[in-house]
């Protein structure tokens, strides 16, 4: 990993681990039910951001690698594997 990137991903994993103990705090309280979903969402987006550090990372290292590769199936693998990680973030059937 870029030990940037690498840093910023672990700082926000802690980050993450103070968030669910927060959150399973609020279930324990039974806290308010919108109280405890505003919680989960900031999780949610809290998790994202470190989908887009790890993705950040691995464009700027495996797939500029692979597409540079002089092996055009490399290169098709990094594609399909880039594709599905599109389709993984969109929804389907709409």
């Not at 950040?56 to 990094?78: F, G, M, P, R, Y």
């Amino acid at each position: 990993m870029i030990s940037e990137i690498k840093r910023r991903a672990l700082h926000r994993s802690k980050i993450l681990q103070g968030q669910l103990k927060g959150l399973e705090k609020m279930i324990e309280k039974e806290d308010y039910c919108m109280d405890i979903i505003t919680q989960s969402l900031a999780i949610q987006k809290s998790l994202a951001s470190l989908n887009k550090l790890i993705v950040e990372n691995h464009i700027k290292t495996h797939v500029v690698h692979n597409l540079s590769s002089a092996d055009e199936k490399i290169q098709a693998d990094a594609i399909t594997e880039l594709l599905g990680l599109y389709e993984l973030t969109h929804v389907r059937g709409k």
